[in-house]
């Protein structure tokens, strides 16, 4: 054997680990945007009122449970660690107070978010046809956001029991039954907007009841208590409030998008849509390694093992970058079809077709960004993160005015793409990659 050969068996064994968390949860990761997908299609076909009536719903229910996914970005380490150091039983239980967190944040927000919805939708700009649909959106989605959060944090338990497969076989049952629910609601039924909302309502619930049906067995079978831990899930909370702030960010940096989008007309927030749609999935599909990088890096800190979380973080970087350059030349070589498949109206379809070029020349900053950020989330760094996201949105928020104010010549959904596709997206990019320049965002044990 040369000395090349162990090093080449070590790469595979990496590729190998990787891989097994990645591709399943691919499949999983990209269930959720395609939810916001088919309802996007079955309703574009209805009508550019209704199109940016779901833009203007879907952002605000999206914002909502986005800043909640430490729900499963705070379980998957948490979970992990436990794992590599061979405690199932504290595993379960750190599972176990992510889900009754979840349980809990989600009833309160959905009786607020009802009562919210058409403050909201008028605060973002939204106005007459628009925001009556945008309003409907919000309101009928509000009876799922329990279950939403309570499947965020349940996939975050099996992540972190090295288990991404099983998340992947009920998003895509989920994702199936949805299809064909919200059609009949919304053209069957004549439930237009509400319809779409009320079939992601009931296919969630479906599909945390099933969580619970996997995980409450496996928790008896450990002998571990049912009843959660009131410190533990403050200490869950705890941990998570870092990675809410970083999540807040963004979602800030997003609706800001929004409002510059609407305040520019139909066309433009309805060809916005369309392109931040096909955005959500492409960074979904690029989170897969993400996943894995919080699963696997969590798991070897919790084995006081370094050098491996070094190999893995390279490995995955670099695939990361060069998943960006596929998916990029994918979707460039498609941007002049793909707004077919969403709507009728010739303006739109113009706009977003410019919107996709940008999308995808960023693409490659993408899975540097989503790589990096789930190296740090599974090392536990929320801090660093949280603080990193709020530099990106300082940096972020000159670049969103000039593409909304600015007497430039131009689309206005190319200013505002490069503002936010390029822009925003390399802030991103250099506040994470100065992060791991050295060791200070491992914790060991």
Same mark, same amino acid.
């Given at each position: 054997?040369?000395?090349s ?8 064994g990496l590729?190998?680990s ?5 591709v ?7 269930a959720?945007?395609?939810?916001l997908?088919?309802?996007?299609a079955?309703?574009?076909h209805?009508g ?6 779901i833009?203007l719903g ?5 914002t909502?449970?986005?800043l !909640?996914i430490f729900?499963?970005y705070?379980?998957t380490?948490?979970?992990a660690?436990?794992?590599g150091a061979?405690r199932l039983?504290?595993?379960l239980a750190?599972?176990?107070?992510g889900?009754?967190?979840a !349980? ?10 009802w ?9 973002m700009?939204?106005t007459?046809?628009v925001a ?5 959106y ?5 009876p799922?956001?329990p279950? %939403?959060?309570l499947?965020?944090?349940a996939t975050?338990?099996?992540r972190g029991?090295q ?6 076989y009920?998003?895509a ?5 949805n299809i064909?629910?919200n ?5 069957g039924?004549?439930l ?5 909302a009320?079939g ?10 099933v969580y619970l049906r996997i ?11 049912l009843?959660?831990?009131g410190r533990?899930v403050v200490a %869950? ?5 870092w990675l %809410? ?8 940096a997003?609706?800001?998008t929004v409002?510059?989008?609407t305040?520019q007309g139909a066309?433009?927030l309805?060809?916005h ?6 955005f959500?999935?492409?960074?979904f599909a690029?989170d ?8 696997l890096?969590g798991k ?8 491996r979380a070094?190999a893995l ?6 695939w990361g ?13 498609a941007?002049?079809? !793909? ?5 009728q109206?010739?303006?739109?379809r113009a706009a977003?077709t410019i919107g996709?070029w940008v999308l ?5 900053v ?7 950020d789930?190296?740090?989330?599974g090392?536990?760094?929320a801090?660093y993160?949280?603080?990193a996201?709020l ?6 928020a000159?670049? !969103? ?14 200013k ?7 822009g925003?997206?390399v802030?991103r990019?250099l506040?994470l ?5 050295n060791?200070?965002?491992m914790?060991?044990?």
């Open positions: 054997m040369t000395a050969e162990p090093r080449a068996q070590t790469h595979r590729g190998r990787i891989l097994a968390l990645a399943p949860a691919l499949g999983a990761l990209i959720e945007p395609l939810f997908a088919a309802d996007t079955i309703i574009g209805l550019v009122a209704e199109l940016a009536g833009g879907a952002t605000i229910v999206t909502a449970v986005g !909640l729900l499963a705070s379980t380490p948490a979970v660690r436990h794992i061979g039983p504290q595993a750190a599972g176990r107070d889900v009754a967190l !349980l809990g944040l989600g009833i309160v927000l959905a009786l607020a978010g009562l919210a919805a058409p403050a909201i939708v008028s605060a700009g939204g007459g046809d009556r649909f945008g309003v409907d919000v309101r009928f989605s509000m799922g956001l279950a %939403m959060l499947v965020l944090a975050g338990v099996l029991m288990d991404t497969k099983t998340p992947l009920v998003a049952a989920g994702f199936g039954v064909l629910l059609f009949a609601l919304v053209y039924a004549g237009s907007v509400a319809g779409s009320i992601t309502s009931i296919v969630q619930w479906a599909m945390a009841l995980l409450v067995p496996r928790a008896r079978a450990a002998a571990v208590p009843r959660p831990s533990g %869950m909370a705890h941990v998570g409030s %809410m702030l970083r999540t807040l960010s963004l979602r800030i997003i609706l800001a409002w510059v989008a305040s066309v433009t309805a060809g849509q369309l392109v931040f749609t096909l959500t999935f492409l960074a690029l897969a390694l993400a996943i894995a990088a919080q699963a890096i070897e800190l919790g084995a006081a093992n370094p050098a070094h973080t390279r490995t995955m970087t670099r970058i060069l998943f960006g350059v596929f998916t990029g030349a994918v979707l460039a070589a941007a002049p079809w !793909l707004p077919y498949l969403f709507t109206d010739d303006d739109v977003a996709l995808a020349a960023s693409q490659p993408c899975g540097l960004v989503f790589v990096l789930g190296v740090l989330i090392a536990g760094d801090k993160l949280a603080l996201g530099v990106a949105f300082v940096l972020y000159p670049l !969103l005015a000039v593409a909304a104010w600015s007497e430039v010549p131009g689309e206005p959904i190319l505002l793409w490069l503002a936010f596709g390029v925003y997206l802030a990019a506040t990659t100065w992060r791991i320049r060791d200070a965002w914790r060991l044990g």
